[in-house]
């Protein structure tokens, strides 16, 4: 039931966010705070019926102390709802009462959920680990003995930078690569630091009072992977020249933090635009065969997400994913990173290297901007392809590999090949499947989706709660034509989510290219007057029925919609 | 109809916020930390006054140093119960900032400090002084624990008590 004509901004707003999965429901409260009317999808989130004319906040718990609004807005992020999903909740003062809006955020909750929770047992263990050793000076004789019982590293350094001991958690943690026991060395062999890294730490080290002193973060590498670690220092109970530091592993953290944001930008790639339901059909089909794959696109249209996706769903998603960017190298270097050299092979070799193709083993590469790649080198990719084998540089003898190539490029390859700069048989060779990403702007009605997606991937990775996108901004957002595509969207909105104060992004907080392509959208290329007409009257024919009406103009439903948010098509203008 | 009142749940995280809520409402604790995003209203019915008061209650995400409470979700609260972790001293900080930025966006509203885990007598770092100063400062304050039961329904109670006298 809809008695009360929506208001145009909400309307449009509404129409965007519910081909984008965010299932709106909305209701009108009369300013005496009884409910007037509804609609959208109500019983997602609420179990009882609603009553016309009875008090709203006797219906809805969450209203209860909110109503009347008297002209302020109020929003309530990631409200637990009767059906247990979360919701936003926002009342919109309205001359004569107020809306309430409710969208589905269940999916950012859990993600969110995973990460805050990971966050916080840490926290927690830390404080538990710091205030143990608060206990510590009373009984300090047995330090050693305690410090082993931490499950955190903890290595005491002394006055002149020698590590004195290592507890068991530490050893684990900084097993050096050599396997030597790293007490009586100096703490710089023990932590193989950047300058600028190294600098921080022997500032935490040599403070007067490291408790008061933020701790420090170190990626560290350790056998091969990398970690991150908080350094946290604090003075000896015994001999308050000596430090114990504590190393707490953050790196699970750090890539759930990654994760967070291409997981939704993964799942969000599930969207809903016709050419890129297409593109994920054909990302399904590729991943299961081992065929190499060129994947073409413009810049920043997410090439590298294709081959990722298409690593996980294949069956070598245990194995390694490496991308290697092939644009900018010399020829040299190109193939020593690709296929490892031997010692002496060339002026920098100065040790052994194994190249990617042999990392890789068991797993994916994909070759970023192949086009890019020197005539040498593409006759080495094509033996690779063909034999399944590689040579390292300096070397003759060849080694098996077992690894999926997939390729992307912004280029056009047959032109490439029609100027002499790419062979025609490595050509047939990758391109035994294709996947082309649509750009931006041949996908407009994936734009609110991914915004948003963006925008709570952003929020999580600042720890923050996601913004609302406000109308103008989508707005504004549709309009641009977006020449880097992807990426160009996610950095807006990254731009835009930090400019953001007050938990409602606005067309103000958009770059300036942004705003000023949307004031001038209206005039120069702004589309033939007629196609607005057309639509006003398929809509009036079929009585604003969007199924009846999108068939007769023979589009889909999708992309009237986002015409009628292009010319601001409400109800009353058909009416 | 019974009356609404609407009263939340502030203060750092994993203090026991939704632990404490679940005690009061369905006399069950449980033991695995599950943190919270955003908000859950669970309701309670009881008598103030022989006055049936249902009382909604907003068990919101705790802070922590990089995410604060907004004043939004406490905007129409009738009180609020702060609750600290007696465990861990700088929880108790958190609340007293809690209170002061509650109290500057939305002006005076009845709060209850409940010190929570006073089971965990062996960690607990809140001597009778600092409870003495707390009271002194106008604080109302129940030391209570939401897994033994103790001292919980009397927190609950204690903020209800406020909100009768400064009822509408
Ligand atoms: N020993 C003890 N543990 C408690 C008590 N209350 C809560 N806990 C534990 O403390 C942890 C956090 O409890 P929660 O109730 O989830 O805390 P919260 O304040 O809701 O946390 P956030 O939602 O993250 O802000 C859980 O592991 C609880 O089991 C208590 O009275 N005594
Ligand atoms: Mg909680």
Known sequence: MNATPLPPTVRIYLEALLLNGRQPAYAFIAADGTLQSWGGEMDRYLKQPLHKGRPADDQIDALVGLLPLEGENASIPHLMTDTYRSADLHLVAEAGGAWMILLDSTVEVHQQQTFQQQSNDLLLLKARQLSMLAQLRAHNEHLEAILNQLSVAAVRIAPDGTVTFLNAYAERLLATADGTAATGRPWQQLLPLDSQAAAAFAALLTAEDPAACARVRLALETEGALRHLEADVRLDPRDPAFRITYFYDISELQELRGRLNEKSVFEKMTGKSEPMLRTFQLIRDVARVHATVLIEGETGTGKELVARAIHACSPRKDGPFIVVNCAGFTDSLINSQLFGHKKGSFTDAVSNQIGVFEAAHGGTILLDEIGDIPMNTQTRILRALEQREIIRVGETEARKVDIRILAATNKNLEEEVKRGNFRLDLLYRIRVARVVLPPLRERREDIPLLARTFAAAVAAENEMIAPVIGPDVLAALMAYPWPGNVRELRNAIEFAIIRCRDGMLRCHDLPPEIMTSAENEQHPDAPAPSEKAQLLEALRAENGRRDETARRLGISRATLYRRMTHYHITEADWR | ?168
């Open chain 2, 1 to 168: 109809m019974a009356l609404k009142r609407k009263i939340c749940m502030l203060g750092a995280f994993s203090v026991g916020k939704t632990s404490l809520v679940s005690r009061y409402v369905l006399s069950i604790f449980p033991e695995k930390y599950l943190t919270t995003v955003g908000v859950k209203i669970d309701k309670k019915t009881v008598e103030v006054n022989g006055q049936e008061t249902t009382l909604l209650i907003w068990d919101l995400y705790g802070e922590d140093a990089v995410q604060q409470v907004r004043s939004s979700y406490v905007r129409g609260a009738d009180g609020c119960l702060l609750v600290a972790d007696g465990t861990r001293p700088e929880t108790l900080e958190a609340a007293r900032r809690i209170r002061a930025r509650m109290e500057t966006e939305l002006g005076p509203l009845p709060f209850v400090l409940l010190l929570n885990k006073c089971d965990l007598q062996d960690e607990w770092c809140i001597d009778a002084h600092a409870l003495a100063a707390l009271q002194d400062e106008g604080w109302s304050v129940q030391r209570c624990s939401a897994r033994t039961g103790e001292g919980v329904e009397e927190g609950f109670r204690m903020l209800v008590g406020n909100l009768s006298e400064a009822a509408p």
